[in-house]
């Protein structure tokens, strides 16, 4: 009886290995990241946003969805990278976000443009590494090994619910 319940547990762990999760993912400066799949709400090419006063810099602004206010967060500028154009490949991603009390928010993230989706199984996802206090990985989920090259997995719920980000929701009917 214990061989059997030894087998079962190391089907099931494997099963987790091989557990498949699809990634959408985007560039941003040269580098690939990816968003977990069923978190995309829709993808948009850019417009224009109204402006919010007294925002930080990344927080572009906010665009009407649908009769939904959906705040716009520019990556490039919210990870410090160097400040590009925006061009016919700039896109804003859509994104359902779970905030801390587990409800749903939507916010917009605007990145260069979108590469792909992975399938990537669980036994290639890694933990980011510690890099020390000299670099900041705080909203990164994972890498994964995908095609011969490393995709970094973004912690979109932390990301975008942190004290900085933490935009008040706006309605039409206020």
């Keep these: 009886m214990a061989e059997a319940a030894e087998i079962l547990e190391d089907e099931i762990e494997n099963v987790e290995e091989d557990t498949i999760s699809e990634f959408l ?7 690939e990241y ?18 919010i006063p007294n925002m930080p810099d990344y927080i572009r602004g906010v665009i009407n969805l649908r009769g939904t206010i959906v705040p716009i967060i520019d990556l490039r500028r919210r990870f410090d990278l160097e400040f590009l154009e925006y061009s016919a490949t700039t896109v804003v991603i859509v994104l359902r976000i779970l905030t801390k009390g587990h ?23 890694k933990v980011a590494p510690e890099f020390g206090g000299s670099v900041d990985t705080e909203f990164v989920k994972s890498v994964a090994s995908v095609e011969e090259k490393m995709l970094v997995i973004l912690d979109i719920d932390h ?5 900085e980000l933490a ?5 039409l009917d206020d």
Aim: net charge negative; proline share 2%.
């Design 159 to 163: 990301m975008l619910n942190s004290k």
């Design 34 to 51: 990816g968003v977990d799949i069923l978190r995309v709400q829709e993808i948009k090419g850019w417009d224009e946003v109204t402006s």
């Design 25 to 31: 993912t985007f560039m941003l400066c040269g580098e």
């Design 167 to 171: 935009v008040p929701d706006v309605s």
């Design 103 to 125: 409800s749903d928010r939507i916010m917009g993230i605007v990145v260069d443009g979108v590469s792909e989706v992975y399938q990537v199984k669980k036994s290639n996802m």
